[in-house]
């Protein structure tokens, strides 16, 4: 199953976003939203960072867990390649990142994303499987 | 709105066009753009950006969108929209995540023949001295938590006062760069602490500091008042309130999501999310965006200072010869309290500007006292590869903009698009060619900012100046720029 795909948006970044279920749904926007900014690959996943956010809803939920990586990656210039969710429901997420500091040498940036915006937010079920739709401001 | 069903446009005159009020917009829309750049424009979803905003609560006037329109996410970029400050709302998605992200240009007294073959290493000069990209930053440049609160306050003065230009610039600074209202105590800790690393630099994505020289003038008398000649070198910054004004907006977005329900706003998108101006937390966001903006106006008067010592020490001239005085500093991401006329009476309304500039006319308090006679000026960059312009606000903008134009070329393609243009081109190869020296810190970014990826700034330019809400000064063209 494909993770994920970019959408053509004239001035930003749309994602839509697969997964089975929401925790994988969640882990695959991870992904999505990184591989926006540099090339997934070259990021090690060596350190962890733990989150707990809590929203009023499953979409405000995702645009928090995408908002909070990015949050890490511009004060700590901190990569992450990879996910897993531990538990989520409508309102809230536990979830672990793993990555390595942003390191000139190895590391490329493709993309500056500035924000996860909620324009266009969607999450739904086709077919049993999940569908997010997320904008980035680039 | 629903955007399956078909869009009620009339075209008004060769430059401006009407949605007319349906569903549950509560205005018109007013879109300026000629007929080719319309069939454009309707490729995408910013029309239905523009009917999204008229439904907003307490919206005076019309919901507008300026010809460099283009989809964003809640306002259209290009959009401007006022409302009333008893009935109406104040929305952070009408201002942007880049809240104050804006424009200054710097004249200087070189001549192009001087200065053309120095541009190589005026850029990479530059590029040293303007830290660009993600993670760059000056080590002499640190803030302390005191530091930051005064920046939020005092905007562009808190970097004169720290020895960043001088005291004259700031007569020449949109609010002269400091926004009243501003309360540091609105601000998150996240706010804080994105923005202290990041005050005095570019920033990544579309944002530049572009070496030109003046190619054309449009009107001697109001070029010469704003010291602008012909093949006369000028510099022009790009950026705002970076990672600062990013998390404010993240900040209040999430508060506005409460407040529209509060309120009982129902939002046609998200991203539109709004709270009564008359409400706490209107009031709350009002001063927390004023704290972005200072924030920028700071920004770009540290990053406009570093541009002088570049130019001094690259040339080895003193501040005296080289003349580096500032034309101008205007914001294009804001919303503003301001005195409108309306409905034949004076009224105060709040206008949103997203992607949109102020456009005051001569003779207006706002305006700087050396330019009152010819009106406040407009900045209007282009794409690396064409023009930039210099405008001045008029009459007819204060008469039917709320005194706004537009803000730049307006991006056509999407950035993957971009990219699959620029297959087997080499885009700064291509912009050598035309005399034009480029560097970027970012991988991708001179591909996804190649020119064809914008509209043709002169088409935008036109159409305002047709239209006569604003009027033609003077042309830049690029000689050199570096971009994050």
């Known amino acids: 199953m494909q993770r994920y795909e970019f959408l053509d948006h004239t001035a930003d970044i749309g994602i839509r976003i697969f997964g089975k279920n929401p925790a994988e749904l969640f882990q695959n926007a991870g992904c999505a939203l990184f591989d926006s900014i540099t090339i997934l690959s070259k990021v090690t996943p060596k350190a962890t960072r733990r989150f707990n956010l809590q929203r009023d809803c499953l979409e405000e939920l995702l645009v928090e867990w995408l908002g909070s990586l990015l949050y890490v990656f511009d004060t700590e210039l901190f990569l992450f390649s990879s996910f897993t969710v531990n538990k989520i429901d409508d309102n809230c997420l536990c979830a672990e990142a793993r990555g390595e500091p942003f390191n000139k040498d190895i590391h490329i940036i493709k993309t500056a994303v500035k924000a996860v915006t909620y324009h266009n937010l969607s999450i739904s079920k086709k077919n049993e499987i999940c569908e997010a739709i997320v904008v980035l401001d680039v | 709105m629903n955007e399956k069903s078909s869009m009620p446009l009339e075209q008004l005159d060769e430059n401006r066009w009407r949605i007319k009020r349906h569903g549950s917009m509560n205005t018109h829309g007013l879109v300026y753009a000629s007929s080719a750049m319309m069939s454009q424009i309707q490729q995408d979803q910013s029309l239905w950006q523009v009917a999204n905003v008229a439904c907003l609560p307490g919206i005076v006037g019309s919901s507008m969108a300026m010809p460099d329109i283009h989809w964003g996410y809640g306002f259209p970029i290009g959009g401007v929209a006022a409302f009333d400050m008893q009935e109406g709302i104040i929305s952070p998605g009408g201002v942007g995540y880049d809240i104050n992200c804006g424009v200054r240009l710097l004249r200087t007294g070189l001549h192009k023949n001087d200065v053309v073959k120095y541009i190589q290493t005026l850029v990479e000069g530059l590029f040293v001295n303007v830290p660009a990209g993600v993670g760059s930053k000056r080590k002499d440049l640190k803030l302390s938590m005191q530091d930051h609160r005064q920046v939020l306050v005092k905007g562009a003065a808190w970097a004169v006062e720290h020895g960043f230009g001088n005291s004259n610039d700031l007569l020449h600074i949109e609010d002269q760069g400091s926004i009243a209202g501003a309360d540091p105590d609105t601000i998150s800790d996240k706010a804080y602490e994105r923005g202290r690393p990041q005050l005095g630099t570019l920033g990544s994505g579309n944002h530049f500091v572009e070496i030109a020289y003046v190619d054309e003038i449009y009107d001697d008398a109001i070029a010469r008042v ?137 003779g207006h308090s706002q305006v700087p006292e050396d330019f009152r006679t010819v009106g406040q000026p407009v900045l209007i960059p282009g794409d690396m590869g064409r023009y930039s312009y210099v405008l001045v606000g008029t009459d007819r903008a204060m008469a039917e903009t709320f005194g706004s134009t537009c803000h730049g070329a307006g991006r056509i393609l999407s950035r993957n698009q971009a990219k699959k243009a620029s297959r087997g081109r080499s885009i700064s190869r291509e912009l050598e060619d035309r005399g034009i020296y480029a560097r970027a810190a970012g991988r991708s970014t001179l591909v996804e900012e190649m020119p064809e990826a914008y509209k043709d700034v002169n088409m935008v330019v036109d159409v305002v100046h047709a239209a006569g809400v604003s009027k033609k000064a003077a042309r830049l063209k690029p000689l050199g720029v570096i971009k994050g």
């Open chain 2, 226 to 362: 704003l010291g602008l000649y012909k093949d006369y070198i000028v510099v022009t910054v790009h950026t705002g309130s970076r990672g600062f004004g990013y998390q404010v907006c993240d900040d209040y977005i999430k508060k506005m999501l409460k407040a529209s329900q509060k309120y009982n706003v129902s939002l046609p998108d998200r991203q539109l999310c709004c709270a009564p101006l008359s409400s706490t937390e209107g009031r709350q966001y009002l001063a927390a965006m004023a704290c972005a903006a200072n924030y920028a106006f700071a920004n770009r008067q540290i990053i406009g200072h570093w541009v002088r010592e570049t130019f001094e020490q690259v040339l080895a001239v003193s501040q005296r010869e080289l003349q580096m005085g500032l034309v101008y500093d205007v914001a294009h991401n804001i919303a503003k309290v301001e005195a409108h006329t309306v409905d034949g009476a004076e009224k105060r309304v709040c206008v949103h500007r997203k992607g949109a500039t102020r456009a005051f006319p001569a």
